[in-house]
Every structure is written in structure tokens, then in C-alpha cells.
């Protein structure tokens, strides 16, 4: 696996150095994030823990007639793993990708760890976070309107000849009413096909839901559920973003229906309303582009923040648990490479015999971008 991932990177790297010394521009990037955390009244093995939760290198080359491409890795948990490997082309207002990459189809499953409010993405939206695939989309944005649409192939990067690959498709549309300096309206409705996997020796195919709860820390699951017999799944969800000057108000509600060959159709839900208020600072960024929200504009911007979340994997017979949680935080953001976070969050699960029901986690991060 080593060497693979070695040729890899090396196969990567060398037309991004030969690229150099061509007319686009070539930019490397990356992130590192510092994490530690108090636990208390916890479900985990540890009180007090301290990683690096995210480390990442990017490459990314701009060339002429609107093309682009960018590769990111990872190398947090002392892991190698692709993020994104993609090339884009772009003309007026439509963007087409082909790669490795996310599919559009909700804002906190869309958005870059780089531009959480939080130290984590939303847990309802985490849970039922698909991740990254091989395949193409499409996107068409202007001024009110926003559609993106992907089809993508397997699950994962790797092929595997015991592995008999699936298929999912991503759909978003956006609607901005209010879309002027200093001030936005955002509405919007995704949807995720998804049929998974299947070993070759096997009939079944399997799904899996869980989430570390509020953080990125390396912890045992707070939320796990593996669902069998599974045809295919279909995610809905509906996405609402304002943004003024100094202040921002997102929510979402996600809906997973789990088509079963030999059961009822299971249903979890999940939804989260976030907000904040920049203390010092006076500009909210936003990605036309890709309908996301951004960090902050100006350095040295102070945002307090607060979010309520439902994650809901019970449904009839199907205990996969309930979790809900309420968090808030303080960012200082340094500059734009710079960023100070702190987190406090208070955790409330039921049907969970491994978990407590209650627990709270005391956060803080150092994050570096450039």
C-alpha cells in the first residue's frame, strides 16, 4: 500500500513541478489542525486528548482558457488518503469537473473543514456524510440561481477486483433572492441516490451510519449503525443560509430512506440551526460558485457562535440511537492563515447502551491554512 500511494504522489507531483515553469500559475497549499479536548461525564476512553486531527497538502494549477486542476492529500492518524484529484473547466457561468471529488448535495456535507464555523461539520449532516468519489458533475451559477448535478461511480478511489462496484448520483439547486454586497438570501434542495458496493461473494449490501459525536479527535463512535440488506438509498434535504455584514443564520433538515430487499424501508433523520454574531469584523464571505459559505473576510475578525443539533437513527424496529447537541463557540480569526477556535458543547443521546446520556466536551483548535 505504501508504494502504491508513493507512485501515486510522486506521479502527482511531477507535472505540478514541470508546470512551474509553464504560463499558469501553480500554487501549493495546505492545512494542519491542533486539537485538544476535555471530556466530562464522557462516553470515551480518555478524559483528555490531544492530536493533530487534520494535516493536508495541496497543489493546485490554474492554466490558460479557464482550465484547472488541484490535488489535495491527507496525512492525519499517520494515513495517507486522497481528498481531491480533479481537473475543471470553466465557461461563463458553467463549471464542469471530472475526478475525484465531493457531490454537491447540502451545504455542511459540500463545505472544506478549512470554512467550518465549528470545530466539526454539523452531526446530522456528518452521519450521513458520503464522502468523496470518482466520477463527473456539472454546475451552473449566476447571481440568483445556482444548479449542480454529479454521477459518480463506486465507493472509494481503489479499485478492488473482489468488489463489485455501485454507483450514487448528486443533485442541488439554490435560489437567492437577496444577493447584494453585504447582504444574502440563500434556499436551496439537494437529493443523493445511492446504490453501494457489494463483495462478489456476497449478496448483501451494506450501509453505515456513524459519527464521533462533536469531535474530530480520535474517539470511539457515539453514533454506529449498519444497516443490511440494503437495495438503495435515497438522501433529501432542504438548506437555508442568511448572511449580513456581522451577522449569519444557517439551518438544514436531512432525510435518509433506506431501501431494504427484505424489510421496511428505514428512515433516520437529522437536522441543525446554526448562528453568530462577528463581535469584531464586518464582512461574511461567500462562494457563488459552489453556494458555501466562507470564513470572514477581514483579519482579526472575533465570531461568537452558537448551534442546535437532532441526529435521529431510530425509526420502528431499527435502534440505531438519537443524538442531540448544542454547542458553542469563539473564533479569532488571526488572519488568513491563522485561526483560533474554541468549543464547548453539552451531548444528549437515547437508545445508546454503550453511551452515556449525557456527557460535555470542552474544545480548542489551532488552525493553519495556507
Not at 87 to 114: D, H, P
Not at 244 to 264: K, T
Not at 267 to 293: C, H, M, S, T, V
Amino acid at each position: 500500500m505504501y508504494y502504491k500511494w508513493r507512485g501515486f504522489l510522486l506521479a502527482f507531483l511531477f507535472p505540478i513541478i514541470v508546470s512551474a515553469n509553464t504560463d499558469g500559475p501553480v500554487k501549493l497549499g495546505g492545512r494542519l489542525f491542533i486539537d485538544g479536548g476535555l471530556f466530562t461525564k464522557n462516553s470515551y476512553s480518555a478524559h483528555a486528548k490531544a492530536e493533530i486531527t487534520d494535516v493536508r497538502l495541496t497543489g493546485k494549477i490554474t492554466l490558460p482558457d479557464e482550465w484547472y486542476t488541484k490535488i489535495d492529500v491527507g496525512f492525519a492518524g499517520n494515513k495517507v488518503s486522497l481528498k481531491d484529484a480533479f481537473v475543471q473547466k470553466k465557461w461563463g457561468n458553467n463549471n464542469f469537473r471530472i475526478g475525484y471529488m465531493l457531490g454537491m448535495c447540502c451545504i455542511e456535507q459540500s463545505a472544506s473543514t478549512n470554512d467550518y464555523v465549528f470545530m466539526t461539520g454539523a452531526n446530522a449532516a456528518e452521519t450521513f456524510y458520503l464522502g468523496r468519489r470518482v466520477g463527473v458533475s456539472y454546475t451552473f451559477s449566476q447571481n440568483k440561481y445556482y444548479c449542480s448535478a454529479g454521477l459518480f461511480c463506486g465507493d472509494g478511489a481503489e479499485y478492488d477486483d473482489k468488489i463489485l462496484p455501485g454507483y450514487n448520483a448528486t443533485l442541488r439547486g439554490v435560489f437567492r433572492p437577496l444577493n447584494e454586497a453585504g447582504k444574502l438570501l440563500h434556499l436551496g434542495v439537494g437529493g443523493l441516490f445511492r446504490r453501494p458496493d457489494r463483495e462478489k461473494e456476497q449478496k448483501d449490501r451494506l450501509v453505515t451510519f456513524s459519527s464521533n459525536g462533536v469531535t474530530g479527535l480520535s474517539v470511539p463512535s457515539v453514533l454506529d449503525i449498519e444497516i443490511n440488506n440494503v437495495k438503495h438509498t435515497f438522501q433529501w434535504n432542504l438548506e437555508a443560509l442568511y448572511l449580513s455584514r456581522r451577522f449569519f443564520l444557517q439551518g438544514e433538515y436531512l432525510n435518509m430512506n433506506v431501501q431494504r430487499a427484505q424489510a421496511a424501508c428505514y428512515r433516520p433523520w437529522g437536522a441543525y440551526i446554526q448562528g453568530g454574531f462577528l463581535i469584531k469584523g464586518n464582512f461574511f464571505n461567500y462562494d457563488e460558485w459552489d453556494a458555501l459559505p466562507l470564513t470572514p473576510k477581514e483579519s482579526k475578525s472575533l465570531l461568537l457562535s452558537g448551534r442546535i443539533n437532532v441526529t435521529n437513527l431510530n425509526d420502528g424496529p431499527v435502534k440505531g440511537g438519537m443524538q442531540q447537541d448544542i454547542t458553542v463557540g469563539l473564533n479569532y480569526y488571526m488572519n488568513k492563515f491563522l485561526i483560533l477556535k474554541l468549543n464547548g458543547s453539552v451531548v444528549w443521546t437515547k437508545d445508546m447502551e454503550e453511551v452515556k446520556k449525557s456527557f460535555g466536551v470542552l474544545q480548542a483548535r489551532l488552525q493553519v491554512r495556507f
